[in-house]
Structures are given as structure tokens and as C-alpha cells.
T-cell receptor, first 113, second 114 residues
């Protein structure tokens, strides 16, 4: 079984600051993938970043990085230099072999100028 | 050059009707999915097909029937619509059915039952 917990319903950050969105996970397999998706108010789901359970380096994609702490079962998303366009809902998800994505409840990020 | 496209974008209909949502992907992916996002924004898998074969079938009322005529298309037919079916339905695809494959989503179909 898999479970994703996102404990922050809402986060607020000023433009140009960094922000960390928390995600903890629970999986029954040793092999799994962790994903972050962004959902703006327009509704589409945008893939941001992926981390494999055996990857030793933290994943990075532009301003996004994933702080992967396997022993703590956490996969926090770090957004550097926030922009107004980063205001959206962010979902953490996990996937084991043979399953689809299991999502957390999401965190709403609001970026102000 | 939309990667995963769903039609219609909005669907407003009466209880008891039957409706279909179509999904097409031009990414050459082998695996396609249907997810439901409820009013609290919670996303849950409904079905998955790999090369036209059903591989994931979550606990979904049998009023929902997916059909994959080929690996680029996955449609969702819903019979006897109920108020609780109101939600956003997302189609997604991934290159393979493996844990490390990111899924690419369509823009969603917002279904409203009157």
C-alpha cells in the first residue's frame, strides 16, 4: 500500500524567496518513484520533477529541487526564487511497480509581490 | 501539437443520462489512465490501460466503462449519471507502465450533473 501526506494546506511566500513544500510517503516496496505536479487555477496538471528511490542525488529541474530523505521517508519540493506564476496547488505523488500514481491532498502556494 | 487532449472540456448534463469523454495522446506512449479529481481536489486513479489491455481497475461503479480502441486513445463512458459523479476527470499517459515514468495529463473534463 502507498500513502502520501502533505501537511500544509496552504503556504505563503514573497516573490524571489525560496519555499519548501512538505511531503512524506509510505510505500510497501523498496523500489518506487516520487513525483511532484503543479495545478494552476486554470486546472491542468503539470509534471515538475521526479525522484527514484535508488537515486542518490537529489533531483533538480530549473528552479525546482526535490529534497529526498529516504530514512525519513520525505520528499520535499523546494522552489527557489518564487515567481507570481508559481501560485498554484502542488501535489506530491508516489508510484510503485504495477500501480498508478497515488497523490497527496495537495498544498496551495500563494506568491505575493 | 497538444500531447494529451480530452474532449469535451466541460460537460453539463442531467442525472440519469449517459455520457462519454474521449482522450487521445500523440506522444507514442504505451500506457493511459483515467483519474477523478473530486470537489476537494483529491485525485484518484480509476483505470489504466497498457497497449489496449486493462491493467488497473480500481473500485469504481460499473456504470463507468473505459474503452481503448488503440494505444493512442482511451475513452470513458458513464451510464446513468448520478450527482456524485460531478468531478473533473483527467486522462493521462506514460511511456511505459513503470514506476519511473512521469505521467502527462490532459487538461481535464469538468463534469457537472444537474
Amino acid at each position: 500500500a502507498q500513502k502520501i501526506t502533505q501537511t500544509q494546506p496552504g503556504m505563503f511566500v514573497q516573490e524571489k524567496e525560496a519555499v519548501t513544500l512538505d511531503c512524506t510517503y509510505d510505500t510497501s516496496d523498496q523500489s518506487y518513484g516520487l513525483f511532484w505536479y503543479k495545478q494552476p487555477s486554470s486546472g491542468e496538471m503539470i509534471f515538475l520533477i521526479y525522484q527514484g528511490s535508488y537515486d542518490e542525488q537529489n533531483a533538480t529541474e530549473g528552479r525546482y529541487s526535490l529534497n529526498f530523505q529516504k530514512a525519513r521517508k520525505s520528499a520535499n519540493l523546494v522552489i527557489s526564487a518564487s515567481q507570481l506564476g508559481d501560485s498554484a496547488m502542488y501535489f506530491c505523488a508516489s508510484r510503485q511497480a504495477g500501480t498508478a500514481l497515488i497523490f497527496g491532498k495537495g498544498t496551495t502556494l500563494s506568491v505575493s509581490s | 501539437d497538444t500531447a494529451v487532449s480530452q474532449t469535451p472540456k466541460y460537460l453539463v448534463t442531467q442525472m440519469g443520462n449517459d455520457k462519454s469523454i474521449k482522450c487521445e495522446q500523440n506522444l507514442g506512449h504505451d500506457t493511459m489512465y483515467w483519474y477523478k479529481q473530486d470537489s476537494k481536489k483529491f485525485l484518484k486513479i480509476m483505470f489504466s490501460y497498457n497497449n489496449k489491455e486493462l491493467i488497473i481497475n480500481e473500485t469504481v461503479p460499473n456504470r463507468f466503462s473505459p474503452k481503448s480502441p488503440d494505444k493512442a486513445h482511451l475513452n470513458l463512458h458513464i451510464n446513468s449519471l448520478e450527482l456524485g459523479d460531478s468531478a473533473v476527470y483527467f486522462c493521462a499517459s506514460s511511456q511505459r507502465h513503470e514506476r519511473n515514468q512521469p505521467q502527462h495529463f490532459g487538461d481535464g473534463t469538468r463534469l457537472s450533473i444537474l
